[in-house]
């Protein structure tokens, strides 16, 4: 049985993943700096990102991430928490991620930045002003070279 949308912003589906850089900031409600990771964005909007990894991420112990991506040039730096984990295969998984932006600047910031890239992608998959998956992001992340310690 399916789950209800529980979004209150709009969700952009990727038809060319963007790439993007995360590490954990926070466990449990204290400072930690873990080395950056990549993974794939496939879905995006205002209040959060649908997300592939070769990473086995805790859902149980409270991790705050940071996601660092470019959109029109610029670097998006935002945080996040997990909300859904979901095991596509051994080596690959997908998880919901709540952004959690105190700014509300960079959060009027990124949804006009997806409104933009929204129309823009009805004309193209890809912007060079962004940053799309290249076939060697896919490879990395799709293959279990990295991790994240």
Known sequence: MSQPNQRSSFRLHLQIPLTALFKIIGIKNKAIDTKHSKIMIKDI?????????????????????????????????????????????????????????????????????????GSRLRHTPVLASCSFCSDEDMEDIYSMSYDIT
């Open 45 to 117: 909007g205002a209040g959060g990102i649908r997300m592939h990894t070769p990473l086995n991420l805790p859902t149980e112990m409270s991790l705050l991430l940071e996601f660092t991506f470019q959109l029109f040039h610029q670097e998006m730096k935002i945080l996040g928490i997990i909300k859904r984990k979901t095991m596509l295969n051994p080596s690959l998984y997908e998880y919901g991620i709540e952004f959690s932006i105190a700014d509300k600047t960079i959060e009027h910031q990124l949804t006009s930045h997806l409104i933009m890239l």
